[in-house]
Nanobody
Framework: QVQFVESGGGLVQPGGSLRLSCAASGSIFSAYAVAWYRQAPGKQRELVASITPGGTTNYIEAVKGRFTISRDNAKNTLYLQMNSLKPEDTALYYC????????WGQGTQVTVSS
């Protein structure tokens, strides 16, 4: 059973940047397409950015040009660089496999506010 530990969130002003990390307990990033998800209060969890084992990345329209997903297979770690943050990016951020889900981690809270 793979476990995820997300970190790097915090309180940031609009226009600021954060880099999220997701450490996995197993070597999955080279085997499966994985993604960063987020869940804002009162909303459903949504997929934000994904990366395939081959390195192909995809983003939802709302974050294109601002967020960058990457991974370090040797460290079993997934990253999300978030720039030009907006208040609507405020959410709890998680990582997981796309085609199925391991147990969700605790997430990391991102709050964008002045």
């Amino acid at each position: 059973q793979v476990q995820f530990v997300e970190s790097g969130g915090g309180l940031v002003q609009p226009g600021g940047s954060l880099r999220l990390s997701c450490a996995a307990s197993g070597s999955i990033f080279s085997a499966y397409a994985v993604a960063w998800y987020r869940q804002a209060p009162g909303k459903q969890r949504e997929l934000v950015a994904s990366i395939t084992p081959g390195g192909t990345t995809n983003y939802i329209e709302a974050v294109k040009g601002r967020f960058t997903i990457s991974r370090d297979n040797a460290k079993n770690t997934l990253y999300l660089q978030m720039n030009s943050l907006k208040p609507e990016d405020t959410a709890l951020y998680y990582c997981n496999v796309i085609v199925f889900h391991y147990p969700w981690g605790q997430g990391t809270q991102v709050t964008v506010s002045s």
